[in-house]
């Protein structure tokens, strides 16, 4: 079945330490993005790429970093420089070109410093 | 920052009845789509309507777009409470870098039997 895999589901990190986020899709996507999401709140744009080895900052890149050496493959890694990690974090896919598609998530990663 | 802006907050309603979730944005937009969220999961990609589309529908949901205004609406018809969850609607803006989807704040929706 195609689809968004994220791993792990829970992840719990000390202060100070960096960490990865897994995010892989089978569904020959170009595009993939990573948001954050606080309780009760809607989504926050982290990065996004387009096409291997090419990405963007979004609107909250600061403390985030990221890479796209496949296609397939999107990781994202919170340093210890983002203030405050603690968030449900989700990746997303979606083709590209024409006048536009829905985007397809996985079932994201909730971060918890400890 | 939130490009999409909904109202209201938070809805309440019985089974059978119709909800109704307001969106407002900001910019010009290429589409604009709507989501679904249950508690603690990833989102479910609903319905998208393009920027010279006025309306769509699919199924027992009804998407309104008005881009003098800048808002859309969504409506749920014959609401179940198996559509209990957070609805999210999010701008599509073309840049350099590619397509970009920003959220709104999101709609609690609750449907009780």
């Known amino acids: 079945d195609g689809g968004i895999t994220q791993s792990p589901k829970y992840l719990f990190r000390k202060e100070g330490q960096n960490v990865t986020l897994s995010c892989e899709q089978n569904?020959?996507?170009?595009?993939m993005y990573w948001y954050r999401q606080d309780p009760g709140q809607g989504l926050r744009l982290i990065y996004y790429s387009q096409i291997v080895n090419d990405f963007q900052k979004g609107d909250i890149a600061e403390g985030y970093s990221v890479s796209r050496e496949k296609k397939e493959s999107f990781p994202l890694t919170v340093t210890s420089a983002q203030k405050n990690p603690t968030a449900f974090y989700l990746c997303a896919s979606s083709l590209t070109g024409g006048s536009g598609y829905g985007y397809t998530f996985g079932s994201g990663t909730r971060l918890t410093v400890v | 920052s939130q490009q999409g802006e909904e109202d209201p907050q938070a809805l309440s309603i019985q089974e059978g009845e119709n909800a109704t979730m307001n969106c407002s944005y900001k910019t010009s937009i290429n589409n604009l789509q709507w989501y679904r969220q249950n508690s603690g999961r990833g989102l479910v990609h609903l319905i998208l309507?393009?920027?010279?589309?006025r309306e769509k529908h699919s199924g027992r949901l009804r998407v309104t777009l008005d881009t003098s205004k800048k808002s859309s609406s969504l409506l749920i018809t014959a609401s179940r409470a198996a559509d209990t969850a957070s609805y999210f609607c999010?701008?599509?803006?073309?840049?350099?870098?590619?397509?970009?989807?920003?959220f709104g704040t999101g709609t609690q929706l609750k449907v009780e039997l």
């Open positions: 999010a701008t599509v803006i073309l840049t350099g870098g590619g397509n970009k989807l920003t």
């Open positions: 309507i393009r920027s010279n589309e």
């Open positions: 569904l020959n996507h170009d595009a």
